[in-house]
């Protein structure tokens, strides 16, 4: 069965941007700040990383993230089947190509893009992936080792950024960005996802206050779900009806055009 929009009760949250721009973070700094919001025993949250969704092929292990690198008919599969468990208030989608396929951004409460200067995002990388073990505490010898290690590993990155993720950008993913509803022009940005999350606190409310996991409150459950608790459109309303302040409505190039874009920016 694929769900459209509006036939389940689960927020569906989709999180996207470049390569190293911080999609992992701020799935986590988006569940964090929910379960702190609501308490982690009274909300289900599920995380998909769209990573575990890659086609095994030579290009892909030579570092490819081409759209056709990944498996988004299983991804739809998956996340219609999570929907369809009633087992979760919100489920976040992060990915390269979150905002990509036409049919996961029709099932989305929320699409996010989180937008990044391409030299922050390289020196991001290179942080995360080359220079993340400490040189503190070694000998020489390991330390000598160590910087071996990195040098290959940022030989690697490098061809990877080269041959890849910049034709990616380009070619695929900042197209994405027309299909977003939030832009956090500044990286995983915990302010930009507390606006978020109070968008969303007015739809998660009511089906909080009346739901359980108990087998006594499964038709109760399914009951409060049926309505149109992810509607994107209430989402959108929710974050019209908040403080102008951090966020501006508006927010394409094309002298702000696009009323159902939320871009934040922090100053």
Not at 15 to 20: D, V
Not at 127 to 132: A, I, Q
Not at 194 to 222: A, E, M, N, W, Y
């Amino acid at each position: 069965m694929t769900l459209s929009h509006g036939d389940n009760g689960a927020i569906v949250a989709l999180i996207s941007g470049g390569h190293a721009s911080g999609k992992r973070s701020g799935a986590y700094i988006l569940k964090d700040q929910l379960e702190k919001l609501f308490g982690g025993s009274k909300i289900s949250i599920k995380l998909i990383n769209m990573n575990n969704y890659l086609v095994t092929s030579e290009k892909q292990k030579l570092g490819s993230r081409q759209p056709n690198d990944y498996d988004f008919i299983r991804l739809r599969d998956d996340l219609n089947l999570y929907i369809d468990r009633i087992e979760y208030e919100v489920i976040i989608v992060y990915g390269l190509y979150a905002l990509f396929d036409k049919q996961i951004c029709d099932l989305a409460t929320v699409r996010i893009f989180i937008d990044c200067d391409a030299d922050v995002r390289l020196g991001r990388w290179i942080k995360r992936d080359v220079l993340k073990e400490s040189h503190e505490g070694k000998t020489d010898q390991e330390v000598e080792d160590l910087k071996e290690q990195e040098k290959i590993k940022l030989e690697k990155l490098l061809n990877v950024y080269l041959n890849y993720s910049r034709q990616e950008m380009k070619l695929y993913i900042n197209d994405t960005k027309e299909n977003a509803d939030i832009i956090l022009p500044r990286g995983a940005d915990a302010t930009g996802f507390k606006l978020i999350v109070d968008g969303l606190k007015v739809t998660l409310l009511p089906l909080l206050q009346t739901t359980h996991r108990s087998d006594s409150q499964t038709s109760t459950f399914s009951e409060n779900r049926s309505g149109s608790f992810n509607n994107r459109d209430t989402f959108i309303q929710n974050l019209k009806n908040l403080s102008s302040e951090p966020s501006v409505m508006s927010l394409t190039n094309d002298n702000f055009t696009n009323t159902k874009k939320i871009f934040y920016d922090l100053n």
